[in-house]
């Protein structure tokens, strides 16, 4: 438990904690009332300022969060769509390790973010994405790359999934991000890239997840369908742009 006392044991390092504790909260109040916004809010932030958490701890968490938001509207769950998703997911995990073994980093984040600002332009001009098993599958695949290697991979279901009514919308695709964050956690063990010390700064900060949660189940229910849909795109454009930051450092 060293590294605890390391992180919060200075003056300094406890303003880096707090710093952590307010983007969780923020990050779960907002996956907790649009569905997603987890990861992309908080992937961004902590590639700029806390690196220790990316990809291990968020993932633990959005995993934790996703369980919630899915115990809370479980009755509204697209299974069928689901099920598209999640199998996307697992292709798409298995090969984020060998884009992770071939591919540079600042590479891959200028690609799937010209593919990310690529699709929010094409839902903005009018096209409308069906949501059936192939573009929810290769919204999975995508999604379980982007996930495995930056902690952020709802861009590619915000995109196909911004019709669906909000509780369909919160339940379904977080049903599918337990799956995901589940997948990734195990693959990243299995090559040394998530290991104890991942797993408890995770668990530390699951308060804060969970306070953002309860404020988020208040919210929810008074958010109109049509603030979703933009909430989800902005949020994906917002994500992008924050990949390409985190290339250009």
Known sequence: MDFVHDLIGGELLTVHFLGMIAMIFVAAVLQGV???????????????????????????????????????????????????????????????????????????????????????????????IVANWRTLGAAGVMSGVMGTITSSGAPPYAI????APPATLRSTLNFTFFFGATTSLVLLAAIGRFELRQLLLGLLLFPALLLGFTVSTRIARHVPNGAIRHFLLGLSALSAFGLLLRAAL
């Not at 196909?160 to 019709?163: A, P, R, S």
């Open 160 to 163: 196909v999934m911004q019709n």
């Open 34 to 128: 649009g569905g997603l916004g987890f990861a992309m809010f908080s992937a961004p932030l902590s590639a700029l300022f806390f690196p220790e958490l990316a990809p291990g701890p968020l993932l633990v968490l959005g995993g934790c969060l996703s369980v919630m938001v899915v115990l809370r509207e479980r009755s509204a769950i697209d299974f069928r769509s689901a099920g598209s998703m999640i199998s996307g997911r697992v292709i798409g995990n298995f090969i984020a390790v060998l884009v992770m073994a071939m591919l540079s980093p600042s590479s891959f984040y200028v690609l799937f973010s010209a593919l990310i600002l690529f699709g929010v332009a094409l839902s903005y001009s009018g096209w409308r």
